[in-house]
């Protein structure tokens, strides 16, 4: 029977400590079901969209048996591992394991590119309970046999479609190759696409499948949106978007390149809001400052990168905004669940305009849904409301063009002074 209360789980004392005093009483479905698996020693296969609680299904569960069977670990050495794709990621798992071992000895170290190696090297000089990292920097401080990973007894890779999507399927093949063949392995993921599963098998011993939702879902709470609009029109949109949020209100616009953030942030601050761009080309540093302010209300406009945007938990967002849709439809999914956690509700809006119509095909397929298309709005190219079907075969070559010549007739606009 599924526990209805993280009381009923048999976890140790201290950490039901700390769930008490964060008022965390009720078990999300996720948890739920993956932490007595895990506690009984099983491998893991579990899916369910970002925002349900992944971090704490598995974080608990080997918090507990570092408890219950303390040893010292040797120099250089991590009893537990967790691979993540980004370092907002990888912060965001360090945070969780303070939260839920408030009252354990246990000791955790990130590890990831961005920064200075040495903080690292000196973290690790002496073994650690439970070592966070990203592939590239691991890989790195391994072959510089600053980190051996032979006495790793918990292997838990996070976000495997986004690692996958990354290109990071190589480094984790290889850091998998180091690590010792008897260990408890979990798998956590948004999405179980073939390449995943797959994956998965190589690596996981009779694994237990824990799958929430469907294959591929979007957050149930979020209302999602389309605007048929053109590449120039996008920039007034976005900006009537933003006059509608109320104070107090965060919003996310994905960009899909670095110079498009740093482009949209300059051309947003100049219209009267304030925003700032993150993604993989700026320091850590400046990454944390800049997610800080947003997280304190401070700054109520995030321009970000889909690498950069991984990981980034903030409950008060209302709104995400795909000013670029996503060339990989699984994208879509993480991006619209930055918004719309933790039970709130939240908006999603994307724009299209008529070269990037292949992908909002994609992502209606992928999430088995129609997303409703916004016509009022000055922007509306008429005709792109309804997208023909796919011709055979995948790809763009001989797909009919919408009326118009294919780019759509614009709707005829009243201007807007841009907001002081």
């Known amino acids: 029977m599924t526990p209805n209360s993280f009381e009923a789980l048999p976890l140790a004392a201290p950490l039901q400590r700390a769930l008490s005093e964060r008022a965390y009483t009720t078990p999300s479905p996720i948890q739920a079901q993956a932490i007595p698996l895990l506690l009984k020693g099983r491998d893991l296969l ?15 569960p080997i918090l507990d048996a570092l408890h219950r069977d303390p040893r010292r670990p040797r120099p250089k050495t991590a009893r537990v591992l967790v691979l993540t794709p980004t370092r907002e990621l990888a912060t965001q798992v360090g945070k969780s394991l303070e939260t839920y ?19 690292q090297v000196n973290a690790m000089r002496n073994g650690v309970d439970v070592l966070v990292a990203c592939p590239g920097r691991l890989l790195d401080l391994v072959n510089q046999g600053f980190i051996d990973l032979s006495e790793v ?17 190589r480094d984790v093949q290889r850091i998998v190759s180091l690590l010792p063949k008897k260990r408890q392995s979990l798998f956590f993921s948004a999405t179980l696409a073939p390449a995943i599963v797959k994956l998965a098998h190589e690596i996981l011993r009779d694994p237990a499948t824990v799958t929430i939702e469907p294959e591929v879902t979007t957050a149930e709470k979020v209302e999602q949106r389309v605007c048929m609009v053109s590449k120039e029109d996008k920039r007034l949109l ?14 996310i616009v994905f960009s899909r390149t670095k110079h498009g953030a740093n482009r949209l942030a300059k051309q947003i601050s100049k219209a009267g809001f304030s925003a700032e761009a993150i993604h993989g080309n700026r320091s850590q540093g400046q990454r944390d400052r800049t997610l800080d302010k947003f997280r304190a209300g401070r700054l109520p406009v995030l321009v970000a990168t889909d690498v950069a945007a991984r990981g980034v938990d903030v409950k008060a967002v209302t709104l995400v905004v795909n000013f670029d849709l996503p060339n990989e439809p699984e994208a879509y999914v993480h991006r619209i669940g930055r918004t719309g956690r933790a039970g709130a509700t939240g908006h999603a809006v994307s724009f299209c305009s008529p070269d990037e119509r292949e992908y909002l095909r994609d992502i ?25 079907p796919r011709p055979s075969g995948r790809g763009r070559q001989g797909e009919p063009k919408p009326p118009g010549g294919g780019g759509g007739r614009r709707r005829r606009r009243r201007r807007r002074p841009a907001r002081a």
């Open 238 to 251: 976005l900006l009537e978007q933003l006059g509608r949020q109320g104070e107090g209100e965060l919003t």
């Open 46 to 60: 579990g899916c369910a969209q970002t925002g349900t609680g992944k971090t704490a299904a598995f974080s608990l």
């Open 101 to 119: 071992g408030a009252h354990l000895k246990i000791r955790h170290a990130l590890v990831f590119g961005g920064v200075g190696q040495r903080p």
């Open 153 to 169: 007894e918990f292997f838990v890779l996070d976000e495997v479609d986004r690692m996958l999507d990354m290109g990071f399927q």
């Open 364 to 388: 209606e397929k992928l999430i088995r849904q129609e997303i409703p298309v916004e016509t009022e709005h000055d922007w509306h190219l008429e005709g792109m409301e309804k997208l023909q």
